[in-house]
């Protein structure tokens, strides 16, 4: 499980994840030199690396693009 939330009036962004997550997410930031960026999206958003919700029940953010070098 990985899901990300925005918080504190926008201010912040909070991360849940569990061991598969973790995993998920060090994949994702190998991978994003190689490809210039990485998308990590949830099922409603046609992937399966996110969480659709936090652990919570709170809805969490549907994609995430993770970009080096400003691409």
């Avoid at 190998?30 to 409603?44: E, Q, T, Y």
């Amino acid at each position: 499980m990985l899901s990300f939330q925005i918080i504190n009036s926008s201010r912040g962004i909070q991360i849940d994840c569990d061991d598969a997550g973790i995993a998920t997410l060090i994949d994702a930031l190998k991978r994003a030199p190689k490809r210039g960026h990485v998308h990590l999206c949830s099922p409603s958003c046609g992937g399966k690396e996110l969480s659709d919700t936090t652990p919570f029940g709170e809805a969490a953010i549907g994609e995430v693009i993770i970009t080096i070098g400003g691409d």
